[in-house]
């Protein structure tokens, strides 16, 4: 079994086109004080399940957290982007975030370093600090912003 995201709050996640590009954000958040174990990739198919956008790989329960989170955090749509993306042989990257100030430093490396679609994920609303560059995946309608 993949590992499980769970919930985002808390999360900082950007999408990388290129391994080189989270490698070199991956060394400016950690020149920037970040610790690393506050930073996660997900990378491959295997890993695309994590986000488990629907929750259907956790079942009933799954789908429900999930159903809450997307009236409460707002996030369910944004999962499915990161999820697609893993599954396109993109990079995702997520950094635990405190406060303002380091979201807002964290976006910026993120972006600075070829990152895009970042977002923070707040208990009550998502910050979009960064829309998708290039091809988008390919979703349904109803997920598109």
Request: charged content about 30%; overall charge neutral; proline content about 3%.
């Amino acid at each position: 079994m993949t590992r499980s995201i769970g919930s985002a709050v808390g999360r900082l996640m950007g999408v990388f086109d290129r391994r080189d590009e989270v490698e070199a954000a991956i060394t400016a958040l950690t020149a920037a004080g970040f610790d690393r174990s506050r930073i996660e990739l997900f990378d491959g198919p295997d890993d695309a399940g994590a986000f488990d956008a629907s929750g259907r790989r956790r079942g009933l329960r799954g789908r429900l957290f999930r159903i809450i989170e997307f009236s409460w955090a707002d996030q369910a749509p944004d999962f499915a982007w990161y999820e697609a993306a893993v599954r396109e042989s993109r990079v995702v990257l997520s950094v635990r975030a405190r406060g303002q100030r380091e979201v807002r430093s964290a976006a910026d490396i993120v972006e600075a370093n070829g990152g895009h679609f970042v977002n923070h994920f707040g208990w009550f609303e998502t910050q979009e600090l960064a829309r998708w560059r290039g091809t988008e995946p390919d979703l349904p309608g109803f997920l598109r912003r």
